[in-house]
């Protein structure tokens, strides 16, 4: 692991969302802090994660968005031997209390115990399952308007190392998807990191430019999260194919 907590300091990311470990090399050797290897909304298979951390080395903290909240998924993305997770929708404490359950070994938790890449597939056995509990990255996602309500319950549940802020999936669920820049959905996000510092946790938001989330460093933000491999493909090939055309 390439950064050990507590984050104090702002780390640039950018989220993986495709199966091709090349993409995961290019992203690694350019010498971004951390990687959200996304299986929430994208079509990477367990296999591909797997794919992508081994080609990515410890260059980078490697962060795996599960796609679900549940023990499965958790479980068994832990088990590929990456840094931490993100779970996404968590808006209760009783959510956050079992995303920590499914996380760590007993006693902390109740993570069941398999011999997988995390373990070296053997020798490094005993050595993880000592440190596992306290190495881990344990991230959720405060995204939904349920959230907010409960927010000061679920950062009170140990074992949760820090938030992250889904802007796009929170105004959905205030009726206002996409409508960032509307009064209600930033005092809603400012709520969020108001309470986050309060409660000593470190947070971090998503972006789609680096314009859009330099402010969020002045803000506190620590994981900053710019940009999907898609959309930045999509649009270096149109202003590409735009001057292309316009320039001969
Ligand atoms: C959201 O904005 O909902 C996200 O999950 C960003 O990653
Ligand atoms: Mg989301």
């Known amino acids: 692991m390439k950064q050990g907590k507590p984050f104090n300091s702002p780390l640039a990311g950018t989220l993986l969302s495709i199966s091709a470990p090349q993409v995961a090399e290019i992203i690694s050797d ?15 298979s367990l296999e591909s994660v797997q794919n992508a951390l081994q080609i990515m080395g410890d260059k980078i903290l490697k962060i795996v968005r599960v796609p679900g909240k549940d023990e499965i998924w958790i479980k068994r993305v832990l088990d590929t031997g990456c840094d931490g997770i993100l779970v996404p929708m968590v808006n209760s404490a009783a959510e956050a209390l079992k995303v920590v359950q499914y996380s760590k070994y007993p006693p902390e938790g109740r993570r069941s115990v398999g011999l997988s890449r995390a373990h070296s597939f053997g020798p490094g056995f005993s050595d ?3 440190n596992a509990n306290k190495d881990l990255v344990i991230m959720i996602q405060i995204e939904h308007r349920d959230a907010v309500k409960n927010i000061d319950e679920i950062l009170k549940v140990k074992g949760i190392d820090s938030v992250f802020i889904g802007p796009y999936d929170l105004s959905t669920s205030m009726g206002l998807t996409g409508q960032l820049s509307h009064p209600d959905v930033k005092s809603a996000i400012k709520l969020i990191k108001d309470k986050c510092r309060k409660a000593g946790l470190p947070y971090g938001i998503f972006g789609m430019t680096p314009q859009g989330l330099i402010p969020e460093v002045k803000d506190g933000c620590t994981f900053l999260l710019c940009g999907v491999d898609a959309a930045i493909l999509v649009n270096s090939y149109k202003d590409l194919l735009t001057t292309l055309k316009t320039d001969v």
Do not use: T
Request: aromatic residues 16%.
């Open 128 to 130: 993880y399952v000592e």
């Open 30 to 44: 350019s010498g971004f802090d951390w990687v959200l290897i996304d299986m929430e909304h994208s079509a990477i």
